[in-house]
């Protein structure tokens, strides 16, 4: 069974500065998707980068971007130019490329951005 | 805009009541997924549905059931509501496609008592 690992469960920020969130993945499977939410107060999740495991891009969208790492089965999260907003609970999931949308999520990491 | 809604924000049950959890989706969305989240153990699959009056179990399928009589409607049930159930419930649902996007709902807390 695929398992996701994320090994922090808070970090904090200054705002302006840059954070980056770790997350491992353990998969015999060699296609996959990776994907990074963000989960504010309102509780709504929202999706923030996703990752396909054929490319060796890795993914960016704006100030997030990903470390994608596929031999060591790591993809850590970076928010640069941290925002008071970016404040949320992040969650690192992963979906095989044959299980429809059926996502397995990590622990979650709280990210506090401090003024 | 994919709206994906979750007919209680928060509910209090006692102990063995009968619980229904209702999400509605406005996509024609394909797949509908529950989840449970709890602290320091992420979002669990419980069940999920590719298509109506079709059911999967997910990881932790134990104690609930689920029920898609529409499309649009997926709906989980707690049929003898115990405290270890008290959590934060959230439903999603995407397109069958490969890569389809998740969209979530805004989640239910249920304490039960």
């Known amino acids: 069974a695929q398992t996701v690992t994320q090994s922090q469960p808070e970090m904090s920020v200054q705002e302006a500065e840059t954070v980056t969130l770790s997350c491992t993945y353990d998969t015999s499977e060699s296609d996959y998707y990776l994907f990074w939410y963000k989960q504010p107060p309102s509780r709504q999740m929202i999706l923030v980068i996703r990752q396909e495991a054929y490319k060796q891009q890795n993914a960016t969208e704006n100030r997030f971007s990903v470390n994608f790492q596929k031999a060591a089965k790591s993809f850590s999260l970076k928010i640069s130019d941290s925002q008071l907003g970016d404040a949320a609970m992040y969650f690192c999931?992963?979906?095989?490329?044959?299980?429809?949308?059926?996502?397995?999520f990590g622990e979650g990491t709280q990210l506090t951005v401090n003024p | 805009d994919v709206k994906v809604t979750q007919s209680s924000r928060y509910l209090v049950k006692r102990t063995g009541e009968k619980v229904f959890l209702e999400c509605v989706q406005d996509?024609?969305?394909?797949?509908m997924f529950w989840y449970r989240q709890d602290p320091g153990l992420g979002l669990r699959l419980i069940y999920f549905s590719y298509d109506v009056k079709m059911k999967e179990k997910g990881d932790i399928p134990e104690g609930y059931s689920v029920s898609r009589e529409k499309k649009e409607r997926f709906s989980l049930i707690l049929e003898s509501a115990s405290t270890n159930q008290t959590s934060m419930y959230l439903c999603?649902?995407?397109?069958?496609?490969?890569?389809?996007?998740?969209?979530f709902g805004s989640g239910t807390q249920l304490s039960v008592l």
């Open positions: 996509m024609d969305h394909e797949n």
């Open positions: 999603a649902s995407s397109l069958g496609s490969a890569g389809g996007k998740l969209f």
């Open positions: 999931a992963y979906r095989r490329e044959t299980s429809g949308s059926r996502l397995t």
